[in-house]
C-alpha cells in the first residue's frame, strides 16, 4: 500500500537557520505530493503541492520538488522565522483512492530567536 | 467563502456519555473525511464520504463509533459510550478535486472524555 516516511522530529533551528525536512513516498502510479501546516491549536492547512514530476511547489519561502526518480518530495526553506513554528505532514494522494489520501507521522519544527 | 466548520470546539464529557461531533464542509465539495488526532498515534483517518454515501469506514475504531451525512452540507461523528481513551481532536476535512485531492481541514473538536 500506499506510505509516506518523514524525517523525525522535533526540529529546533535558529531563526534564519536553513529548512530542511526530509519525505519519501511508495506508491504505484503518479500521486499528487502535499505539504500541509498545522499551527498550535488550529487544522491542517495547504503549504504547497506538486501534481507530476519535476513539479516545484511553493508558497511563503518554502519550495519542495517532486522526485520521481528517487520519490521524495522535501521541504526547503532558505531563512526560518520564528512564526514558522508548526508541525508539518508531508501527504499524497492518487486518482485511484478516489481522494483518500496518505500523511506521514508529522514532523516539529521549533524555530529560537 | 467559509471554510469548513466544525462544532464543537471543545468537548469534555464523562466516561459512558454519548458524543455527538458536527462538521458542514465546504460548499461544493464532494467528499467529506472524519480524521482523528492524537500524540500516540498522530493523525488516522476514520472514514470518508464520496457524494454523501461512506466509501471507506475501515479507520473506525470500534461500533462505539458511527458516523453519519444526511446530505451535502452537514455530517455527523457520533461515539457511544465514549471511553477515556476517545480521547482527541477530531478534523473534519473536505474536498473537490479527487485529481488534486487537496483537503480543506476544519478547526478541529478537542474531546475529552474523563
Known amino acids: 500500500g500506499d506510505s509516506v516516511t518523514q524525517m523525525e522530529g522535533p526540529v529546533t533551528l535558529s531563526e534564519e537557520a536553513f529548512l530542511t525536512i526530509n519525505c519519501t513516498y511508495t506508491a504505484t502510479g503518479y500521486p499528487s505530493l502535499f505539504w500541509y501546516v498545522q499551527y498550535p491549536g488550529e487544522g491542517l492547512q495547504l503549504l504547497l503541492k506538486?501534481?507530476?514530476?519535476?513539479d516545484k511547489g511553493s508558497n511563503k519561502g518554502f519550495e519542495a520538488t517532486y522526485r520521481k526518480e528517487t520519490t521524495s518530495f522535501h521541504l526547503e526553506k532558505g531563512s526560518v522565522q520564528v512564526s514558522d513554528s508548526a508541525v508539518y505532514f508531508c501527504a499524497l494522494s492518487r486518482d485511484t483512492n478516489a481522494g483518500k489520501s496518505t500523511f506521514g507521522d508529522g514532523t516539529t519544527l521549533t524555530v529560537k530567536p | 467563502d467559509a471554510g469548513v466548520i466544525q462544532s464543537p470546539r471543545h468537548e469534555v464529557t464523562e466516561m459512558g456519555q454519548e458524543v455527538t461531533l458536527r462538521c458542514k464542509p465546504i460548499?461544493?465539495?464532494?467528499?467529506l473525511f472524519w480524521y482523528r488526532q492524537t500524540m500516540m498515534r498522530g493523525l488516522e483517518l476514520l472514514i470518508y464520504f464520496n457524494n454523501n454515501v461512506p466509501i471507506d469506514d475501515s479507520g473506525m475504531p470500534e461500533d462505539r463509533f458511527s458516523a453519519k451525512m444526511p446530505n451535502a452540507s452537514f455530517s455527523t461523528l457520533k461515539i457511544q459510550p465514549s471511553e477515556p481513551r476517545d480521547s482527541a481532536v477530531y478534523f473534519c476535512?473536505?474536498?473537490?478535486?479527487?485529481?488534486?485531492?487537496?483537503?480543506?481541514f476544519g478547526e478541529g473538536s478537542r474531546l475529552t472524555v474523563l
Open positions: 476535512a473536505s474536498s473537490w478535486d479527487r485529481t488534486a485531492g487537496e483537503l480543506f
Open positions: 460548499s461544493g465539495h464532494d467528499y
Open positions: 506538486a501534481t507530476k514530476a519535476d
